[in-house]
Nanobody, 123 residues
């Protein structure tokens, strides 16, 4: 079991910035791909950005140029810096740890989630 604690959500005006944080046990960052997802009311959960153990990053199109994923291994913390926030960024943001286990016959993906942190962009 992987425990993730995410925080940092808040009410912010359009154009503002927020930094989300996710803390986990030390070994998690060296084993799991870490990422941020979000879910707006009435919509499916979607990937925002992720980072592999090797440091490669992937961003959703809406996040490119505005959001930055990073990690501080010394603090066992994953971050999501969000700039120039828009109304449509309003959602619950979830920290995610993912690992793909491949055997001779199967490939299974395991996902672990934080409790979620609310980001509301409103004027």
């Amino acid at each position: 079991q992987v425990q993730l604690v995410d925080s940092g959500g808040d009410l912010v005006q359009p154009g503002g910035s927020l930094r989300l944080s996710c803390t986990a046990a030390r070994h998690v960052f060296s084993v799991y791909t870490m990422g941020w997802y979000r879910q707006a009311p009435g919509k499916e959960r979607e990937l925002v950005a992720n980072m592999t153990t090797g440091g490669s990053t992937k961003y959703a199109d809406f996040a490119k140029g505005r959001f930055t994923i990073s990690r501080d291994s010394a603090k066992n913390t994953l971050y999501l810096q969000m700039n120039n926030l828009k109304f449509e960024d309003t959602a619950v943001y979830y920290c995610n740890a993912q690992i793909v286990v491949v055997t001779a016959n199967t490939e299974r993906t395991y996902d672990f989630w934080g409790q979620g942190t609310q980001v509301t962009v409103s004027s």
